[in-house]
Nanobody, 130 residues
Framework: HVVESGGGLVPPGGSLTLSCTVS????????IGWFRQAPGKEREAVSC????????YYSDSVKGRFTVSSDNAKAMVYLEMNSLKPEDTAVYYC?????????????????????????WGQGTLVTVSS
């Protein structure tokens, strides 16, 4: 079970941090993904993290601006978003999938697709506008 929080309205160039609260499983046994869906567009991957091995992935559109992190003791995953742009406006989702051996051997990038995740939060809206 995952629940996102932290969305809101932020001006271009601003920052916002989203939180994903995990319950019902140990955080380091799952891959946590951040996805977003803008109106009229398909859901796309933003970032994924394997907290057991500190393996992260970022889409090209957010690389260098967004940072994913975790606090395994608190069962929390964060997405720090900086230098926000109007095109970052979307509903952001946190999702979870089991960390399997193949992912541990290769990288979290290989599974950072919406179709690979089975447990989803309800989403939180991020609006970047002046």
């Amino acid at each position: 079970h995952v629940v996102e929080s932290g969305g809101g309205l932020v001006p271009p160039g601003g920052s916002l941090t989203l939180s994903c609260t995990v319950s019902g499983f140990a955080l380091d046994t799952y891959v946590i993904g951040w996805f977003r869906q803008a109106p009229g567009k398909e859901r796309e991957a933003v970032s994924c993290i394997n907290t057991r091995h500190a393996d992260t992935y970022y889409s090209d559109s957010v690389k260098g601006r967004f940072t994913v992190s975790s606090d395994n003791a608190k069962a929390m995953v964060y997405l720090e978003m900086n230098s926000l742009k109007p095109e970052d406006t979307a509903v952001y989702y946190c999702a979870a999938r089991l960390l399997d051996l193949q992912t541990m051997i290769t990288s979290v990038q290989t599974v950072c697709f919406a179709s690979q995740f089975s447990s989803w939060g309800q989403g939180t809206l991020v609006t970047v506008s002046s």
